[in-house]
């Protein structure tokens, strides 16, 4: 008859309760890490975009890619790292552009929603020539996010040992 013997079950079992009661915290923490890498990505990928200060805008014969100075700042001041959600188990954020410019307009009187502006620069529109910043900051971090988490968690987890 085979015989297994393990050694240190006790001390792993204790360690898998500690890991469980505190997986959510860890979980949070790694991933607020990395969102923050992507939310610095994000604004040297947006301090980039083209803001050329002069009174053009596309038309769809001519298209742009420029934003007004005030436009790129709306951007650069508007990015943020989104309340935690839990849906069952799997925790999310999104790092994205919040609030509205500062220039009010009759369609828009808080001000364009900035999420909106930085929508019609990645995707582009018949006046605005495609420029996917977002995306390019987004892939550009990805390893980097990913790696950072890793050790956050490990970090954690060396703390939960001791």
Not at 35 to 46: D, F, M, P, R, Y
Not at 70 to 97: C, H, M, P, R, W
Not at 106 to 124: D, R, W
């Amino acid at each position: 008859m085979a015989k297994l013997t393990i050694k240190g079950l006790d001390e792993f079992e204790l360690l898998l309760s500690k890991v469980g009661n505190e997986s959510e915290n860890i979980a949070r923490k790694a991933i607020y890490e990395a969102a923050g890498i992507v939310a610095n990505e994000l604004k040297k990928e947006t301090n980039n975009l083209d803001d050329r200060n002069y009174l053009f805008y596309g038309n769809e014969s001519n298209e742009s890619y420029a934003i007004t100075k005030q436009q790129k700042q709306d951007l650069l001041d508007s990015i943020g790292i989104a309340k935690f959600e839990d849906n069952y188990g799997v925790i999310n954020t999104n790092v994205s552009f919040g609030g509205y410019g500062s220039r009010p307009t009759a369609k828009y009187p808080k001000g364009l929603p900035n999420k909106l502006l930085a929508n019609s620069i990645n995707s582009g529109t018949s006046f605005r020539r495609k420029n996917p910043f977002a995306r390019r900051a987004i892939s550009r971090c990805r390893k980097l996010t990913q790696s950072k988490m890793i050790e956050v968690y490990n970090n954690e987890l060396n703390k939960i040992k001791k």
